[in-house]
């Protein structure tokens, strides 16, 4: 009984030394308060007292279980999933928080992520920072130009869109002789313009192979169905017994019929009764 008393003891005690951790002040936890919490997500107050873990998940540049662990070079935001823009080469990486390029952007580049897709700064603008403006802008033809080197780049994107482009000159597009000869040589595609004779041998030569494989797969490929086949010859040897049980069903009964006919004074009857009889049963 005393021993029984010892081990209720023990485990209430336990269990109150488990839940007394929520005592524990803010940004500690554990049975004893004496583990730190880690950088959670809208701050200590999300993380639990229990196992340390943050209820909202790890803050941005942070990652980890405990949320103690700074984001590797390169990578920024919450669990290090997203990797930094193109951060000037003086200091390549970004702020792990907010993602921001520190020093300014490569060249070609906007802050303050230094990131903008295919095209990083807006239309019409280059260099660094993007602050300066493009000086092949001049309307109704829009020639942009490469963010890094500020170079006039083409005014469409395929022949029939560059020969709308060409009612006014723009002599600062670089390729603006290469647009000119492109409309001057341009030609909208016509189905006359097909080279029908070779379509048409194709075309001859294609039937001309199709039916020559007919024919050999006719011969040599081909198999009559077997069951069918034994179907019919099952069915032809049928009627051929029938005929002959009813050939000698009719021949028994002629010869019965015969010797009866014959009994009953056979060569007193007419010459044309007796041919007429044999006639029916012969």
Same mark, same amino acid.
């Given at each position: ?7 209720? +003891?023990?485990?209430?005690?336990? +269990?109150?030394?488990? =839940?007394?951790? =929520? ?12 583990? &730190? ?23 941005? %540049?942070?990652? %980890? ?6 984001? $590797?070079? %390169? ?46 700064? $807006?239309? =019409?603008?280059?260099?660094? &920072? ?49 647009? &000119? ?83 009953? &004074? ?15 049963? +012969?």
């Amino acid at each position: 009984m005393k021993f029984l008393k010892i081990v209720l +003891f023990a485990l209430t005690c336990t +269990f109150m030394t488990s =839940y007394a951790a =929520y005592d524990c002040a803010l940004g500690l936890w554990g049975s004893q308060c004496s583990n &730190d919490c880690g950088n959670c997500e809208g701050g200590k107050a999300f993380c639990q007292v229990t196992n340390g873990l943050c209820v909202n998940g790890c803050a941005r %540049g942070y990652q %980890g279980r405990d949320c103690k662990t700074p984001c $590797p070079p %390169g990578t920024h935001g919450q669990y290090c999933v997203y990797k930094c823009g193109s951060c000037s080469d003086v200091r390549p990486v970004c702020d792990p928080v907010s993602g921001m390029c520190q020093a300014g952007c490569k060249t070609g580049f906007q802050k303050p992520h230094c990131k903008l897709g295919k095209y990083p700064c $807006p239309s =019409y603008t280059w260099g660094d &920072d993007c602050s300066n403006n493009c000086s092949c802008k001049k309307p109704p033809i829009e020639c942009s130009c490469h963010p890094e080197t500020g170079q006039c780049e083409p005014c469409g994107p395929n022949q029939k869109s560059l020969r709308f482009s060409m009612p006014v000159n723009n002599p600062e597009c670089l390729n603006q002789f290469a647009l &000119d000869e492109a409309v001057k040589f341009y030609t909208p595609p016509s189905v006359l313009n097909i080279p029908w004779k070779p379509v048409a041998v194709i075309f001859l030569l294609l039937i001309l192979f199709i039916f020559t494989y007919y024919i050999y797969w006719w011969k040599y490929i081909r198999q009559v169905p077997i069951e069918e086949e034994t179907k019919e010859i099952a069915r032809e040897k049928k009627r051929q017994r029938i005929r002959q049980k009813q050939l000698r069903f009719y021949a028994k009964h002629a010869k019965e019929n015969m010797a009866k006919y014959r009994s009953a &004074d056979w060569e007193n009857k007419p010459p044309v009764e007796r041919e007429s009889y044999e006639q029916v049963y +012969f």
